[in-house]
T-cell receptor, first 117, second 111 residues
Framework: GEDVEQSLFLSVREGDSSVINCTYT??????LYWYKQEPGAGLQLLTY?????DMKQDQRLTVLLNKKDKHLSLRIADTQTGDSAIYFC?????????????????FGKGTHLIIQP | EPEVTQTPSHQVTQMGQEVILRCVPI?????FYWYRQILGQKVEFLVS????????KSEIFDDQFSVERPDGSNFTLKIRSTKLEDSAMYFC?????????FGPGTRLLVL
């Protein structure tokens, strides 16, 4: 079945950029997502990218997609203490126009982002 | 901003008991989902629901589980006879176009 892999921990200094990486196996992935989970809280959608794009920027967040290598990354510029959380990569293979494809999201195990002062 | 809400936030139950977890999806969304996250593990897809029927379910979603949309606003997950290994955080989500929005979760503890 589909699999999504992420490294478990990333430690960065406050003010530096954080780059969280993710690899996936499903070649039919159409949308890839980044969710943020703070302690005891739910999953907050940060950003997503459609598989025919290779980059998307949204304020401090930059998503890069290498579809050939099935590699997704999330760059957080000027990392702040409030960015400390678990970041989940997720993918799906829905086709919005035709309504087909697998609907449920496949998640990675999450990367704990630790901010050093 | 509209949100997915879930009740209760925490539930403790005895093994073998039935539990019903409740969700109110975002009002104009048509696709609904349940996921679970066992402590320290990844978020796992359970089931998706569209047009009053299950559209996809995972291997985890066995006969002990059922979902229902009893009225125009609620979406429920029922576990008929809970097992210890059902202890987890259960997340509801709803979707409009390409993005799923998650609720805050219900933490279920089976003793």
């Amino acid at each position: 079945g589909e699999d999504v892999e992420q490294s478990l921990f990333l430690s960065v200094r406050e003010g530096d950029s954080s780059v969280i990486n993710c690899t996936y196996t499903d070649s039919s992935s159409t949308y890839l997502y980044w969710y943020k989970q703070e302690p005891g809280a739910g999953l907050q959608l940060l950003t997503y990218i459609f598989s025919n794009m290779d980059m998307k920027q949204d304020q401090r967040l930059t998503v890069l997609l290498n579809k050939k290598d099935k590699h997704l990354s999330l760059r957080i510029a000027d990392t702040q203490t409030g960015d400390s959380a678990i970041y989940f990569c997720a993918e799906t293979s829905i086709f919005l126009n035709s309504g087909g494809g697998a609907d449920g999201l496949t998640f990675g195990k999450g990367t704990h982002l630790i901010i050093q002062p | 901003e509209p949100e997915v809400t879930q009740t209760p936030s925490h539930q403790v139950t005895q093994m073998g008991q039935e539990v019903i977890l409740r969700c109110v999806p975002i009002s104009n969304h048509l696709y609904f989902y349940w996921y679970r996250q066992i402590l320290g593990q990844k978020v796992e897809f359970l089931v998706s629901f569209y047009n009053n029927e299950i559209s996809e379910k995972s291997e985890i979603f066995d006969d002990q589980f059922s979902v229902e949309r009893p009225d125009g606003s609620n979406f429920t997950l029922k576990i008929r006879s809970t097992k210890l290994e059902d202890s987890a955080m259960y997340f509801c989500a709803s979707r409009n176009q390409e993005t799923q929005y998650f609720g805050p979760g219900t933490r279920l503890l089976v003793l």
